[in-house]
């Protein structure tokens, strides 16, 4: 793999990123061909985060920030709708996903109508938090909560942030990550304990190991809508 100094210089500068664009980003052949290489390793832990926890079989799914439709693929059974501010990154999941049961909207979630019905199984926010001061994190769980059938389920995963002294091995993909609200899984508890949008809110620390090494833990928060415990 080349960990040229392009690549280093894109895990480390946001501004360097944003010039970029989505079709940079995309162009595998681009100044971030190395972090494709990377990439498919960290998607995969955690669509198996997802795929284990999330019926792919619930009728339907609205993910929050879906961006480019990383997720979207494992909900070929579910009417899959996904949500995002970034109109390129919208543009780009519609054509990786061209199947009837898939819909994206480019629109934000905390200010715009919805162009669709509330009523979903699951509502997901994968791998943004992380992404998103708390307030307006708090912001998008209950708002997120309320688009949630009564019986439903708001499943948020996120990478958890290692201790400065941690290894190597549990830095590395935290470091390569643009995110700049990394959490610890008390300071989630800390979090979700604010809002009372939810209710039966579990965490559940997802280890992932790569060759016997522990590399990222992940946390997957589960909660109903607080209002169906009414
Ligand atoms: C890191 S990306 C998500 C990655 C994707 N979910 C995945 O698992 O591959 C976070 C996304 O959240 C979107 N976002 C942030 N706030 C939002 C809002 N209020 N409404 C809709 N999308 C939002 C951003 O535009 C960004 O594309």
Redesign the pocket.
Known sequence: MNLGRKFVLASINNRWYDDLGVEGWWNLDGPVAALHEVNPVR?AY?LDAIRQRVPAGSPRIL?????????AGIFRQSEYVG????QD?IALAALRHPGRNYAFHC??????ALPFEAGFDHV?????A???PDE?LL??LE?SSELLRPDGRLVV?DMLRPAPHEPLNRQFYYRLD??RHFRTLNEFKTLFARTNALCDTSFEVVRTTKWGIRVIDQVLISGRPRRAAQ
Not at 107 to 112: A, C, N, R
Not at 124 to 128: F, G, K, P, Y
């Open positions: 998607v955690f993910e929050v920030g879906c961006a480019t439709g990383n997720v949500v995002d501010i970034d990154s629109l934000d979630l905390l200010e715009d997901l926010i994968s791998h943004t992380h992404h998103l307006y912001r998008l708002r995963l643009r995110g």
